[in-house]
């Protein structure tokens, strides 16, 4: 089949109910290690549908094939009005709820891959980090998952933050992956990228509070002021990376987290004797 009849018939295919769906879903697995060139006429076709395709919580399935379709067709300038298009549309799906960033974690990457200063203009943005805003934020960063932003470059994150308000450096801070841990995988230390960032930053010190606030676990088992006590070195690399004029500031997070372990040890000693008498 050539491309330009597929071309016709994927477009006539998307025009029926739910023919959106497989009409890219028929899309990926043309080009799917396919040697032969696309057609300009495929190509235009390819953007147009992932222009028009509104991400959903159904959308798990397709993830693979959005992946390998924004890679083929939405990089470069002829790619950024559709993948703009697109990101809009996960935009609003993730502020009103609508949609999980797991189910296109795959699609997500690709579009910081491929336009990552459209993904960040249109994902991480230049609202006020409340509400809903935080909220896509904070999925963006997939602490538990991998992170959509781990493979933007340092200097195309910092081109952004500069081509804007100080408020985008800390907003970065906020989704960029904040940990790595050491080849025996026990202790955390920050990640490169948040130490580059720093590096670049022009208020380091307010922007080291935005991954400062991630040590205090969220989510977690067993007891929380180990956990605490076990990030605690994170505080200690920060005198390092900020140097002197932080010192004042560093003292300052040291004696937060250090009252916050002191609270979470007699809340689990509270409830472990509550636990005991309960059983006596």
Known sequence: LSDEALSRLLE????????????????SMHIFD??????????RLARELLG????????????????????????GPEGELHARLLLRKIHRGLD????????IDDAVAALFETQPIAALDEL?????????????????????????????PLDTLVKWCEAGGEHRWEHVAAVIPAFDRDDQER??????????????????????????????PMCWSGSRAEIISSRMSLIDELEVLLGNDATGKVCQWRSYFQRMMERERQRELEEHRRENERFE
Do not use: T
């Open 187 to 216: 202790d955390l230390h920050w990640s490169q990228s948040v130490a580059d960032l720093l590096k670049r930053a022009p208020d380091a010190i307010r922007v080291a509070g935005i991954p400062v606030a991630r040590i205090e």
């Open 96 to 103: 009103d709820y609508s949609l999980s960033p797991y189910d």
């Open 34 to 43: 396919n040697p032969s060139p696309i057609g300009p006429e495929l190509a």
């Open 124 to 152: 991480v943005g230049d609202e006020s980090d409340d509400g809903a805003h935080y909220a896509r934020r904070r999925e963006l960063r997939a602490d538990h998952a991998k992170n959509a932003l781990s493979g933007v």
């Open 12 to 27: 006539r295919l998307a025009r029926k109910p739910d023919g959106l769906e497989v009409a890219i879903d028929v899309l």
């Open 52 to 75: 028009q395709f509104s991400p959903s919580r159904n959308s798990r399935n397709l993830d693979f094939a959005l992946r390998k379709l924004i890679q083929k067709f939405l990089c």
